[in-house]
C-alpha cells in the first residue's frame, strides 16, 4: 500500500537472499544453510545487495528498507551508503507485535505459486479448498523457515542482535512505534500519519 501511495521501491534482503538461492550464485549458496537456520547472513552480503539496489533503482521517489539494517554495524553502513547517495533516512518504524501471535502467524502462511496470493492456515484459507481465490491455480508453496522453531531462532537473534539498534536511531530522533497486532489498514494509516509529520515539518 505504501509502495502504490508514495512510488516507494521496497528493498527486502529476505527477498533478495532467497533470489540467490534459487538462482544457485554464490552469496545463495552461503546463505541458503545460514537462513534455514535462522541465522542472520554476514553484514558485508547484505549490506552489497542494498548498495546494488539502491544504485539500480537511482530514480525512485524512495525506499522502505525491510529487513534491513539487523545490526549495528548494518545500520552505521547503511548511513555511508545513504551519505554517498545524497540521501538520509526519514523513519525508522518498529512495528510492536505480541511473539507468540507473530510465531503462529508465520508458521501459518503459504502462497500461491502462481500468483503469490497469501494465505493462512487458520485466518485465510482459499474459499474453495486446494484452488486460489484470484487466479485458480492449484499449487501452492511455503517458505522453508516458516516454521515455529526458526521463527523463534529468528526472534532470538532479533532480541540479540537488532533490538540494540534502537537506541542507535533514537538518539537521532527517528524511531516511531507502531501497533503491529493491528488490521493492516490500521497499521499502514498509522505509518501514514508518520510520513505525513514530514509534509507539516516542511510546509512550517
Do not use: W
Request: with cysteine; net charge negative; aromatic share 4%.
Amino acid at each position: 500500500m505504501l509502495m502504490t501511495r508514495h512510488g516507494l521501491v521496497q528493498l527486502s534482503t529476505g527477498d533478495m537472499l532467497r533470489s540467490a538461492v534459487k538462482a544457485g550464485s554464490d552469496i545463495g549458496r552461503k546463505a541458503d544453510a545460514i537462513m534455514k537456520a535462522g541465522q542472520l547472513v554476514p553484514d558485508e552480503v547484505v549490506t552489497a545487495l542494498i548498495a546494488t539496489r539502491l544504485d539500480d533503482e537511482a530514480h525512485a521517489a524512495g525506499f522502505i528498507f525491510d529487513g534491513y539494517p539487523r545490526t549495528q554495524a548494518q545500520a552505521v553502513a547503511l548511513d555511508a551508503l545513504l551519505a554517498e547517495r545524497g540521501l538520509k533516512l526519514n523513519h525508522v518504524i518498529e512495528l510492536a507485535v505480541d511473539e507468540e501471535a507473530l510465531v503462529d502467524r508465520i508458521s501459518g502462511r503459504f502462497t500461491c505459486a502462481r500468483c503469490n496470493e497469501g494465505y493462512h492456515d487458520r485466518y485465510k484459507m482459499p474459499k474453495t479448498e486446494g484452488v486460489c481465490d484470484v487466479c485458480g491455480s492449484t499449487e501452492f508453496k511455503r517458505r522453508p523457515d516458516d516454521n515455529a522453531e526458526t521463527v523463534r531462532a529468528r526472534l532470538a537473534v532479533y532480541r540479540a542482535d537488532t533490538a540494540p539498534i534502537l537506541p542507535y536511531y533514537e538518539a537521532k530522533g527517528l524511531v516511531s512505534r507502531v501497533d503491529g497486532m493491528a488490521e493492516i489498514g490500521t497499521v499502514t494509516e498509522a505509518i501514514e500519519s508518520i510520513l505525513a509529520s514530514d509534509s507539516v515539518a516542511a510546509g512550517a
